[in-house]
């Protein structure tokens, strides 16, 4: 058999190329030739299967970056257990297991001392307990706060891809391929986020503008039942929020992430959106990071 034919038949993939190969069919689950998600009007229209293949994808191809940044600094770091362990196996010729998540980042930080940031961590967990939920049970989440964090989550492959792995993307058509789409996917997703909140913006103000005209045609029956409530959940404090504009803990949330001042001086409208720490209602847009009053301050006294 000759040379040729031998590397026709040899199926090989290194760990850098595997790894690059699944985030760009993850990549490829989630966005249109354009760069634009797939089908995309929001979030929310993306089909689940391109979410669960998505995920799947990226986290294999992520867990494989992580590998190759072990294996450069001494190949048998790739393998879960001791050095002696590892060592002993090879060389009867039994491959052990490759480290899973936990055990990469663990070897990360004590061989080539590399650690991810709290935040980054979070996220990495983040996209590892969807992966989860996709693969072995089931799933409930937020199509706006995945894609946020899915987002996130290529910005932190690209920079480890840069910085770590130091791709020389002139000798790999892969990462070239992969940076491009990310650099793409970034300019892109920022353009359409920038008309999706101008039109979001005009659809909420014209909701907001209805729902503070109903509120005033039935004020009184409103604020009857708002205290009603307040009975049952033991205090208006839970009810009421602090109101941007006239600073009074009079904003109620009159619909769904909408909230209106029930001060008769004020009267104002807001958009509501959910605080990071402890969930509650706060003004704010949806693709917004805050927190409420109460968590600002919690922090800030931390």
Known sequence: ???????????????????????LKGIDELFDDDYVMREYSSA????????????????????LLLKERLYRHMPELIFKGTLKDIRNKLSSEKIPNTVDLD???????????????????????YVQDVRNKFEHYTISVNKYELWSNLSKFLELI?????????????NSPEALELQEKIHTIDSVWQR?????????????????????????????RAMQELKTESYSSNGADKLL?????????????????????????CGSGHALTECLRCDELTPGYPWQEKFCDSCSNWIDEQ
Not at 113 to 122: A, C, D, P
């Open 1 to 23: 058999m000759s040379n040729t034919e031998s590397s026709n038949i040899q199926l090989e993939l290194s760990l850098l190329n595997n790894g690059l190969d699944f985030i």
């Open 44 to 63: 929310v229209d993306i089909g689940t299967s391109s979410y669960k293949y998505g995920v799947l994808n990226l986290f294999s191809g992520f867990l």
């Open 103 to 125: 055990e990469a980042l663990e070897k990360l930080e004590i061989g080539p001392r590399f650690v991810f940031s709290e935040r980054n961590v979070k996220l990495i967990r």
């Open 158 to 170: 690209d920079k480890f891809l840069v910085e770590e792995l130091h791709i020389n993307i002139e």
């Open 192 to 220: 359409t986020q920038q008309e999706r909140r101008s039109q979001f913006d005009l659809e909420i103000q014209d909701r907001i503008e209805d729902r503070i005209e109903e509120f005033n045609t039935s004020r009184d």
């Open 241 to 265: 929020r602090n109101c941007p504009d006239c600073y009074e803990q009079t904003m109620i949330v009159y619909d769904d992430f909408i909230g209106i001042c029930s001060n008769p001086e």
